[in-house]
Structure formats: structure tokens, C-alpha cells
T-cell receptor, first 115, second 115 residues
């Protein structure tokens, strides 16, 4: 059974600093990895996805993947109060029949950016 | 595109009543997912469809839950009879699964309260 683990937090980071969010997963067959952001009372929205080992940067966000350690992280540079939200890590395995396995989510890390 | 559309946004019902949640996926997407979110258990995958065919319903908690996807633009999740422990936010998500990219896009959710 696939499991995705995240520290629930809250993680408190001062404005302008780097926020580091971590995630581990149990299934070595996992192939794709996603970070979603969810504001209170809203639906999850995709921030980034990563498939290959190493770093992937998109603006202030950097996703890092280490498949050997089964570890995924998200770095947020120059943190803003608007980044305060719950960040969900998700993994899945491609169905080579052309479909997609459902995402397995961690329970999320609550991030608070202090002005 | 308007995104994934769910209805109703809120539903309050009495225990024992039938509840039907509806979802219209993003046009052109070939995978559809139903999730349930609670504080205790986080986001749980209930069932998913590829090309309108149910692939994995192992996440459906009980026989009281059923889901259908009669065509590519519509899906329902039915709970009959409903119980107070079914109270949660139910999300529908869709994706266009391909080798390079399988991110799922979420609807706004249906907040279900069973009293």
C-alpha cells in the first residue's frame, strides 16, 4: 500500500526566508510527484510536478526529488504571507495502458509565513 | 475552460437519505477521480475512471457508496443510505494522462453534512 508522509506542522517561517517542506513515500514504484497548495476552505491547486531525480525550479519554487531515498521536497524562496497554506505532497504510478493511477496524498504541512 | 465543475457546493441531509454528488470534468480529460477529505484522514482516493471505465474502487469505504461515469463529461458519486460519518468534503478531479504529465485538476468540492 502506498503511503506518503509529511510533517503536519505548523511550520512557521519569517517573511522573506526560505520555507522547506519535506515528504517521504513508501512505494518505490512511484514515478511522478506533485506538490499541491490548499488554502483553507478551497480545493487543492497544483504548484509543481517532478519526475526525474534532481531539482526543478519554477519561479520562487524548487522541487527536489531523490528516488533512492524516496524523498521529495519543496523549497519556497522569498516567502510571502500569501504562501501561508497547507502544502500537499502526492505521488502516483502511470498506468501504461494510457490512463493514470489516482494520486496518493500526504496529509499536508500547514505553512505559516510571519510578516 | 471552466475547470472541473461540481454540484452541489454544499449539501445537508438527514441520516438515511440518499445523496448524489455530481461532477463535470475538464473537456478532453480522460481520467476522473473522486476524493474525500476529512481532518482526520486527509485526502483519500475513493475511485477513479480511465476513459469512462472504473479502474480501482478499492478506496470506496462501503457498499453504500457507488460511482458512475456514463459518458466522458459526467460522473456521479452516490451514498445510500447516508450516515453522519460520511460528512466530509468530496472532491472530483480530472486529468489527461500521458507519459510526460499526469497532474490532476480539482473541482471546488462538495461539502456534505449528514445530520
Amino acid at each position: 500500500q502506498k503511503e506518503v508522509e509529511q510533517n503536519s506542522g505548523p511550520l512557521s517561517v519569517p517573511e522573506g526566508a526560505i520555507a522547506s517542506l519535506n515528504c517521504t513515500y513508501s512505494d518505490r514504484g512511484s514515478q511522478s510527484f506533485f506538490w499541491y497548495r490548499q488554502y483553507s476552505g478551497k480545493s487543492p491547486e497544483l504548484i509543481m510536478f517532478i519526475y526525474s531525480n534532481g531539482d526543478k525550479e519554477d519561479g520562487r519554487f524548487t522541487a527536489q526529488l531523490n528516488k533512492a531515498s524516496q524523498y521529495v521536497s519543496l523549497l519556497i524562496r522569498d516567502s510571502q504571507p500569501s504562501d501561508s497554506a497547507t502544502y500537499l505532497c502526492a505521488v502516483n504510478i502511470l498506468d501504461w495502458g494510457g490512463g493514470a493511477d489516482g494520486l496518493t496524498f500526504g496529509k499536508g504541512t500547514h505553512l505559516i509565513i510571519q510578516p | 475552460d471552466a475547470g472541473v465543475i461540481q454540484s452541489p457546493r454544499h449539501e445537508v441531509t438527514e441520516m438515511g437519505q440518499e445523496v448524489t454528488l455530481r461532477c463535470k470534468p475538464i473537456s478532453g480529460h480522460n481520467s476522473l477521480f473522486w476524493y474525500r477529505q476529512t481532518m482526520m484522514r486527509g485526502l483519500e482516493l475513493l475511485i477513479y475512471f480511465n476513459n469512462n471505465v472504473p479502474i480501482d474502487d478499492s478506496g470506496m469505504p462501503e457498499d453504500r457508496f457507488s460511482a458512475k461515469m456514463p459518458n466522458a463529461s459526467f460522473s456521479t458519486l452516490k451514498i445510500q443510505p447516508s450516515e453522519p460519518r460520511d460528512s466530509a468534503v468530496y472532491f472530483c478531479a480530472s486529468s489527461f494522462a500521458r507519459v510526460s504529465n499526469t497532474e490532476a485538476f480539482f473541482g471546488q468540492g462538495t461539502r456534505l453534512t449528514v445530520v
